[in-house]
């Protein structure tokens, strides 16, 4: 994947993401990991939680791996998902953590995993982002996504820690006696990421300008699953985002399924939708129908919904897509 995308390939992306699909298996992961989102954040989950301290691993990163913490998330009695947390330090010889996906045991002919997927996207894009990048380049993104940024790529992100309103979801609760806290002023950058996210585009960018200036390069790494992630942020000071979600079955005819597809979102919500393919499945997002708040948000902006790969904000500029249907973007701001 080309670091520098031209204007015209934002539309192939699009095409790409419907025609190829990226295999995640999302339900698996609301379930398991993100814990069905929004306010369902407070819903109790029968889970079972395996914990190995301290195991040895070949993880490779910008930073030498002190330790591994490896969870094992269990539900009625399944492996449903799997965790890492490397504890490293840094160049300053601070302690850091960050969440990472272990590659899983992939069987012949069988689908892949949704950590061996991440974990896949992850090595491609810290690779891109280690190598196309300046080294004083400062990038947003939530909270765990900035530790693997660090972790993985080796450059600054502007939120790395989680703080209280995290541990709500009965997951993270798991982790929170491994993870390093947010402080006061690290807990205000997890409210304005919040916030930035859920706003007004513009608004967002005007007050990112403001925060940042040109004082050095910023970039922003957005992915598909932080739509299972907008409960936390809502909690963290987010505005609240609606949306409607479908599994759709795949079928041999793809324009039949395309179709049908559309004629949902169109149905359903404002015809504004994203795609991913799930196994034997597609997982449909749409907006509502004559939204404005979900429509014109920095997110849904940033994420490869179809209205919005036709035309990016001003200033923002698509340096980098994963394949598997555009899980994973950077973009560069024109602060």
Known sequence: MAWVLKKGA???????????????????????FFDG????????????????????????????????????IERGGKDAFSLLLAHYKDDQNQQRRAVLFPKGKQEARALPSPTGLRQAIW???????????????LILSWWDDGQRIHFLGGRDAWVSKPSSQTFISPIWKQ????????????????SSMARWLTMDSEKALAEM????????????????????RLGEMVDYGGTSLAFSSKAVPAHDNLHGDI??????????????????????????????????????????????????LKKLPEGVHLVYQSHWGGHLSVYRLDL
Request: aromatic residues 6%; proline residues 4%.
């Open 259 to 308: 179709a049908q597809i559309k004629q949902w979102a169109y149905e359903e919500g404002s015809g504004n939708y994203l795609v991913q393919k799930e196994g034997l499945n597609y997982h449909v997002w749409t907006t509502p129908k004559g939204s404005v708040t979900e429509n014109k948000s920095l997110l849904v902006r940033l994420l490869p919904f179809v209205d919005s």
């Open 123 to 137: 090595q491609d894009a810290a690779k891109a982002i280690s190598e196309n990048t300046p080294k004083d380049a």
């Open 10 to 32: 934002l539309l192939l992306i699009c095409g790409a993401l419907l025609f190829t699909g990226s295999a995640m298996l999302i339900q698996q992961a609301r379930v398991a």
């Open 37 to 72: 989102g929004e306010s369902e954040q407070t819903r109790p989950a029968p889970l079972n939680v395996t914990l190995l301290h301290g195991q040895t691993s070949d993880l490779q990163g910008a930073f030498p791996v002190d330790s591994v913490d490896n969870y094992t």
């Open 175 to 190: 982790l929170q006696g491994n993870l390093l806290l947010a402080s006061d002023s690290e807990r205000g950058q997890l």
């Open 209 to 228: 300008r403001q925060m940042f200036g040109s004082s050095r390069p910023i970039y922003l790494l957005v992915t598909n699953d932080l739509l299972m």
